[in-house]
């Protein structure tokens, strides 16, 4: 089992930054690839970006792709998600989730969730 809580989530203004963090517990933290999904009213859940294990590959959907950037650091269990040009449109509930897969973009990859944590972006 592994536990996840995500951080850092707030309000800021359109063209601003957040950092959000993501601490795990439990089975071995290196052991998992793990990602970023959000989840705006009303919308399905869906992928924001994904890094490997030991964090030498990371990959992005398209519309973050520039502004969003995830790193870990396996020997504190955490993972983060900068987010830099925010916009009105990222604003959702935003999820860390840990995945046995090597690469996962689809929610059924993850076998682990966060409780999720609110960005909010005013225009």
């Known amino acids: 089992q592994v536990q996840l809580v995500e951080s850092g989530g707030g309000l800021v203004q359109a063209g601003g930054s957040l950092r959000l963090s993501c601490a795990a517990s439990g089975h071995i933290f290196s052991n998992y690839a793990m990602g970023w999904f959000r989840q705006a009213p009303g919308k399905e859940r869906e992928f924001v970006g994904g890094i490997t294990r030991s964090g030498g590959n990371t990959y992005y959907a398209d519309s973050v792709k520039g502004r969003f950037t995830i790193s870990r650091d396996n020997a504190k269990n955490t993972v983060y998600l900068q987010m830099n040009s925010l916009k009105p449109e990222d604003t959702a509930v935003y999820y860390c989730?840990?995945?046995?897969?090597?690469?996962?973009?689809?929610?059924?990859?993850?076998?682990?969730w966060g409780q999720g944590t609110q960005v909010t972006v005013s225009s």
């Open positions: 989730a840990a995945s046995r897969a090597t690469i996962a973009t689809m929610t059924y990859e993850y076998d682990y």
